[in-house]
């Protein structure tokens, strides 16, 4: 399977315990992001790489959560201190630019539960 | 704030009818749209994307833009129960700092009925 992966699918955890969510994107897409999404509502942008800079961080992005991908390859999305807020479905998307479009595949999600 | 608008629905078609699912944006900068399908508790599936006013198609989907009017649709022929889903409509925004990124609309709910 060559699409974009995500580990772990689900995760539980009490409140105030730290997360960290993989994703692995398709293997030639230099573009990587990750969004946010609650019941009823559609993906939120909060970050996105290209190769392995940080090009920009949503609002939403709380001091709490960071964003690496170390040699442009997986990435990971810490939340520390997690809230109850923070349950959502966590998505990634990779990307590679061509020509004027840049269409992005997501993976599977991770779907974080906070007690 | 930078938007982007879809009925929430739910819209109900029968099945073998044309389903059609509106989007209207706020960027008149924004130049790729695309529309994504997502099953219940799965993550959003690429089902096409335009850039070009007018029709674009692919099998029995139709994505339609219409940039002066900030809007774009998308109509699902000889719609299946299979089609049943929400439907997500997203626009590229670009940011102050120039940088590109998806907005979605709340998607529209779809359910086909045998």
């Known amino acids: 399977d060559t699409g974009v992966s995500q580990n772990p699918r689900h995760k539980i955890t009490k409140r105030g315990q730290n997360v960290t969510f993989r994703c692995d994107p398709i293997s030639e897409h230099n573009r990587l992001y990750w969004y946010r999404q609650t019941l009823g509502q559609g993906p939120e942008f909060l970050t996105y790489f290209q190769n392995e800079a940080q090009l920009e961080k949503s609002r939403l992005l709380s001091d709490r959560f960071s964003a690496e991908r170390p040699k442009g390859s997986f990435s990971t999305l810490e939340i520390q201190r997690t809230e109850q807020g923070d349950s959502a479905m966590y998505l990634c998307?990779?990307?590679?630019?061509?020509?004027?479009?840049?269409?992005?595949?997501f993976g599977p999600g991770t779907r974080l539960t906070v007690l | 704030q930078k938007e982007v608008e879809q009925n929430s629905g739910p819209l109900s078609v029968p099945e073998g009818a044309i389903a059609s699912l509106n989007c209207t944006y706020s960027d008149r900068g924004s130049q790729s749209f695309f529309w994504y399908r997502q099953y219940s508790g799965k993550s959003p599936e690429l089902i096409m994307f335009i850039y070009s006013n007018g029709d674009k198609e692919d099998g029995r989907f139709t994505a339609q833009l219409n940039k002066a009017s900030q809007y774009v649709s998308l109509l699902i022929r000889d719609s299946q129960p299979s089609d049943s889903a929400t439907y997500l409509c997203?626009?590229?925004?670009?940011?102050?700092?120039?940088?590109?990124?998806?907005?979605f609309g709340k998607g529209t709910k779809l359910t086909v009925n045998p």
């Open positions: 997203a626009v590229n925004m670009f940011s102050q700092g120039g940088s590109e990124k998806l907005v």
């Open positions: 998307a990779s990307s590679y630019l061509a020509g004027r479009t840049d269409t992005q595949y």
